[in-house]
């Protein structure tokens, strides 16, 4: 006895259809990444594996982007909340200014943050030592900026989707508003909380246009995966630049498929059926 | 128990108004109304989900219309339950009583209770996802009774039901609710739900209060046309009424019929369906000559819609006295409309009234 329904040949040929787009997508992305792997030569590998200002622009990417994450979801986990539950004046405006950084070319987030800090409260901000340009926060801060509208519009399309009645009775059941929201709408919206943890990291890894412009590219101090990238290319060596590029491919797949394991153990949801 | 003194609240283009209730301590009573009319929105005020306009709203003396909804004392069953789906059934259980913090043992003893009483034991362990209607509901039911509330408040609590199981439900709540004494206002729009738990009901029409009662005093004296029609008492119709002996006579297209009510001038009046009676030949109550125009067996009567003298009323009959006629559509019969079977719908001052609402 099948769960699923019968399929006919026009329902195997519009399931076929559907993925064949799924099929196209994947090998466009997976051509693209054999190309680089085929132009890639061994010894290019194995500078990029021996080379130490590649290993700390590595890990500065790892952890900058890391931060960048949490520190978005402290912001976008109640914003979601507020743009998903609350009619407030200016509601539209504030979401639509959510959306921004979205539009926003990353080369521009990098130019009005160098041209904020050179504003009265930018200059007072780093008299009280708060200093970003050309430092390491920079990178976190131009990060956040451009990748945390991913997570918070994740997260507040998740929180229109939770059934909102579970709060209400939780507050009947003595719960205080703060209690309903972490021990009923957070755990309810918990999926969509990490999957707008993943848009951000997935953003921040990759970001490179401001922080050339924010934070520069100095060796060992400043340097991330995407402007070694970028630094490796303007001087021709194209085939580190790809090793490089390669070895970011690596560290966001392995990242995302350990996160997705972690946090969707039970990965098929229950409105998925067998595709054939 | 709990009262509100005219109550009021708006949202959107629709508004509760100037609603005043008594409920008394221990009571189950039901407000009735069909959807739209502000049932649910009058449930969430009292349970401080909404935040009302003007009035009061008083729970065992004193005014909590400022009060949030954990200090009202209340437990809630909304419509579609909303099943923590996160927990399993007995975290939904004892949510109340972890926030409230009660020690780990008291819980357990609590749950183990709640799940004998409504027969859940068995589903302790289990998600709620893939539970039966009926078994959502107790699980529901079970949750909002964990602490202890001093008042039950269910939305439509089982309108999402098969007819057996809500039967079957219905009789466990009154059970539940004369066992624990826990004052009820459970909304519905299902007359025959009503009718299973009420000890008074209430009726709600576009959010106005517009009578309460015992079930029994609502259909004897409907305040309105409307609570006929909802009670589902026979048919309206409009006439001229005149003075006759103590109460009046109606004329209404070919008919005249009296009543015991005095009323005079144009009116509206119901005709009570299970008053009129049905014969074979006249006599010399049953005069009046009519022809079977539909015949609908039901459960508890057979509706008979008959046609007299240019004017269409329902009847109710027996089933026994149905197939003893052996009616059938077509059918010519005569019906005996004593006055009791009449109702002239009064206003204030005793006059008849049309379009009175």
Known sequence: MSVHPVTGFRSRLFTASIFLFLVLFLLLVVALIAADIGYV????????????????????????????????????????????????????????????????????????????????????????????????????????????????????????????????????????????????????????????????????????????????????????????????????????????????????????ILVRLLAYPRATPRSARRFW | MIRTERLNFSIGGFALRDVTLDVREGEYFVLLGKPGSGKTLFLE?????????????????????????????????????????????????????????????????????????????????????????????????????????????????????????REGILVELRKIQRQTKTTTIHVCHDLNEMRCVADRVGILRDGRLIQVGSPDEVSRRPAEPHVARLFRLGTILTGTARKWQSGSEVDSGGLTLRSEQPADGDVEFLIRAGDVRLQPSPSPEAQIAAQVESVLW??????????????????????????????????????AVPPEAVYVFQKPDGEGSLGRR
């Open chain 1, 41 to 256: 030569d061994l010894a290019s590998v194995k500078e990029v594996l021996r080379s130490r200002e590649i290993r700390s622009a590595a890990v500065l990417s790892l952890w900058t982007s890391t931060v960048t994450t949490a520190i978005a979801m402290v912001f976008a986990v109640p914003m979601g909340y507020a743009l998903s539950r609350y009619r407030f004046p200016g509601r539209i405006l504030a979401d639509t200014i959510v959306d921004l950084p979205i539009v926003f070319p990353p080369l521009v987030v990098g130019l009005s943050l160098l041209v904020f800090f050179r504003t009265r409260v930018g200059l007072w901000l780093e008299s009280m030592g708060l200093e970003f340009i050309y430092q390491r926060r920079g990178i976190v801060l131009a990060q956040f900026f451009v990748s945390a509208s991913y997570g918070i519009r994740a997260i507040k399309t998740t929180f229109d989707e939770v059934d909102r009645r579970q709060e209400d009775v939780a507050l009947t059941l003595g719960c205080t508003r703060a209690q309903a929201f972490w021990r009923v709408a957070v755990r309810n919206a918990r999926q969509g909380i990490v999957a707008g943890a993943i848009l951000t990291w997935a953003r921040a890894i990759g970001l490179f246009g401001p922080l050339i412009v924010f934070v520069g590219a100095v060796r060992m101090k400043t340097e991330v995966l995407p402007t070694t990238v970028y630094l490796e290319t303007s001087i021709g060596r194209i085939e580190v630049a790809l090793a490089i590029a390669l070895l970011l491919i690596v560290i966001a797949t392995v990242a995302l």
């Open chain 2, 45 to 165: 005020c009292v349970a401080g989900l909404k935040r009302i306009s003007s009035g009061s709203i008083t729970i065992g003396g004193r005014r909590v219309e400022r009060a949030e909804p954990r200090d009202r004392g209340i437990g809630y069953v909304p419509q579609d339950y909303a099943l923590f789906t996160a927990h399993n059934v007995r975290k939904n259980i004892e949510f109340g009583l972890r926030v409230r913090r009660y020690p780990r043992s008291r819980r357990r003893e609590r749950v183990r209770q709640l799940a004998v009483m409504l027969g859940i034991e068995h589903l302790l362990e289990r998600s709620t996802e893939g539970l039966s209607g009926g078994e959502r509901q107790r699980v529901a039911l079970a949750r909002a009774l964990s602490a202890e509330p001093r008042i039950l408040l269910l939305d439509e609590p089982v309108s999402a039901l098969d007819d057996e199981t």
């Open chain 2, 298 to 335: 039901n459960d508890s009567a057979v509706r008979v819609d008959v046609q007299a003298g240019g004017t269409r009323f329902r009847v109710e009959v027996p089933h026994g006295q149905a197939t003893a006629l052996s009616l059938r559509e077509g059918m010519a019969l005569f019906a």
